[in-house]
């Protein structure tokens, strides 16, 4: 191929990729995921993603003597790079109260590192709740596999690979379909002498799917018991920037905005660009700390947090 010819390809390229990434970056600007047709592409377009694609477009660009162009694409890929830095990395410190509750979120990729590794890491965190998504089936067997790990805590296997372990007692629990495609499992617990709402999420959605429906069931169900702490985690399968989230955000924080500190994205591992695993806990507790971890028995991080229970 001669030079000019192959000149002319990476310049066309370069301006197929500059253009899809100037929707992409046009839709996180303005709608969002709140219309069905852009919301595709707001799932599909992370900020790391797009900034890698101008960059990569400014790079031909810059190979090809076109230095304003280039140059010009550099600036907007460093921009969108520094402004997603600033929403996705947080810095807070831990204030843990005496008597918080250790908590742990997980969606464990159905096993993908091997059942034993995923249980000892599930263990090093030490949690007094343990909400596990993408966990197995709920048969004798994998009963007798989490018990055998966690020998004292109180487990339900709520189906659909939903689990939940905990140090304290579960007095109800409920599996619920909520959408049509998702789970959220419930679970009414007593732990240290107070009572706390779990609910845990699977949010399974499709191309073209309104992920609003599920993330709006699940918090209205959340707000039905206002009475009890209340916390709402799981994969979302949303990232945290969603219109979706806005109505949560009345009545729940987030507990890696509230107390984390680092980098809040869970997925995919290793190079994690979106956060859709997420601890949501009623404002009538408070995060105390919270934190993302790291490892190769799943592509989602475990998301721990410590929260307080207020009388």
């Known amino acids: 191929m001669t030079r000019p010819r192959r000149s002319t390809i ?7 990729v500059a253009v899809a990434s100037g929707i992409g970056l046009s839709v996180r600007l303005t709608v969002r995921d709140g219309l069905p047709l852009a919301s595709n592409v707001f799932y599909a377009m992370p900020p790391p993603l797009i900034a890698a694609l101008i960059l ?3 790079l031909v660009w810059l190979g090809n003597r076109r230095p304003r162009v280039a140059l010009g694409c550099l600036v907007v890929s460093a921009l969108t790079a520094v402004l997603w830095a600033r929403g996705a990395y ?16 997980w969606n464990t990729a159905r096993g993908f590192g091997g059942w034993d590794a995923v249980a000892e890491r599930v263990a090093s965190f030490d949690a007094d709740i343990i909400g596990l998504v993408e966990a197995g089936g709920s048969g004798a067997d994998r009963r007798e596999f989490w018990a055998r790990y966690f020998p004292g805590y109180d487990l339900r296997l709520l189906g ?3 689990v939940i372990l905990t140090r304290g007692r579960i007095a109800e629990h409920h599996i619920r379909r909520v959408a049509e495609t998702s789970s959220c499992g419930e679970a009414w617990i007593d732990i240290e002498g107070r009572s706390v709402r779990v609910l845990l999420v699977d949010a399974v959605v499709r191309p073209f799917s309104n992920r609003g429906e599920v993330l709006n069931a699940v918090f209205d169900l959340a707000r039905s018991s206002p009475e009890v702490p209340t916390i709402v985690m799981g994969d979302f399968n949303t990232p945290l920037e969603s219109v979706w989230f806005e109505n949560a955000r009345r009545d729940f924080v987030q507990a890696f905005e509230q107390a984390g500190n680092g980098l809040l994205t869970t997925w995919p591992v290793p ?27 799943s592509d989602h991080r475990p998301v721990s947090a410590r929260v307080s229970l207020r009388e």
Do not use: F, K, N, Y
């Open 10 to 16: 990476l310049d066309t390229l370069a301006v197929v």
């Open 271 to 297: 190079l994690p660009v979106m956060a859709i695993d997420h601890v949501w806990v009623s404002r009538s507790a408070r995060v105390a700390c919270a934190h993302i971890g790291w490892t190769w028995a």
């Open 160 to 162: 659909g690979g939903l």
């Open 56 to 58: 990569a477009a400014g």
């Open 90 to 105: 947080h810095v807070h410190a831990c204030r843990p109260d005496e008597g918080s509750v250790r908590v742990l979120l």
